[in-house]
Each structure stands twice: as structure tokens, then as C-alpha cells.
Nanobody, 126 residues
Framework: QVHVVESGGGSVQSGGSLRLSCAASGFTYSFGKYRMGWFRQVPEKGREGVASIGSDNITTYVHSVKGRFSVSRDNAKNTVFLQMNSLKDEDTAMYYC??????????????????RGQGTQVTVSS
């Protein structure tokens, strides 16, 4: 059974930083074979893809976080990270990580991912 646990969220002032972690277990294949993605959601809105990292370590970011966020992975620890710098109020959301064996054209489309975690809340205030 797959388990995904996100952590590292919290409350931070605008301009601050947070580092999110996502620990996964129970995958059918080795962790390194999966594309991992970070997504965020605010109430009454759909899930937005934030960042993705493939098995080849190629990364993809939504335009609004380019230059501020960085996604990385540690396959030995079955963990993916999201380093978030220069946080803005509009980054406030529940953040989720998800996994996929697909390599879609749109690497930030949540429809290609499986979600199992409870998320971690990020709140940015001015």
C-alpha cells in the first residue's frame, strides 16, 4: 500500500522561505522510476501544478514560481523536496505531492498523477 506524507508547511511572512518534504513508501517499482509532482490548492479552486521532477531529474515549474521554487529528490530516501524562497501571499495554499509513471506533455497536469497524502498547509502573510 502506497503512503505519501507531506511535511514542512507553516506560516511565514512574505519574502520568507520554507522547505517542503514528501516521503513515499509502498511503491510497486523503485521510487526513482516515478515522476513526482507538487501541487497546491486553495478553497473553491482546482488543484494547480507547481513543480515536477522526472526520473531523469528534469524539472518543470509553473510560471508563477520560476526562479523562486526548486524541486529535488533523494531516491535513496524515497523523498522529494520543494524549496520555496521569496514567498508571496498568493503562494498560500495546501500543498500536496503526487506520483506518476507517465511522462505527459503537460507535466503539471494533476490528471496524470495519483494523490495519496493529506497535504501540508503553507500560509504567507504580508
Amino acid at each position: 500500500q502506497v503512503h505519501v506524507v507531506e511535511s514542512g508547511g507553516g506560516s511565514v511572512q512574505s519574502g520568507g522561505s520554507l522547505r517542503l518534504s514528501c516521503a513515499a513508501s509502498g511503491f510497486t517499482y523503485s521510487f526513482g522510476k516515478y515522476r513526482m509532482g507538487w501541487f497546491r490548492q486553495v478553497p473553491e479552486k482546482g488543484r494547480e501544478g507547481v513543480a515536477s521532477i522526472g526520473s531523469d531529474n528534469i524539472t518543470t515549474y509553473v510560471h508563477s514560481v520560476k526562479g523562486r521554487f526548486s524541486v529535488s529528490r533523494d531516491n535513496a530516501k524515497n523523498t522529494v523536496f520543494l524549496q520555496m524562497n521569496s514567498l508571496k501571499d498568493e503562494d498560500t495554499a495546501m500543498y500536496y505531492c503526487a506520483y506518476s509513471l507517465q511522462n505527459p506533455t503537460n507535466r503539471l497536469d494533476p490528471n496524470y498523477y495519483t494523490f495519496r497524502g493529506q497535504g501540508t498547509q503553507v500560509t504567507v502573510s504580508s
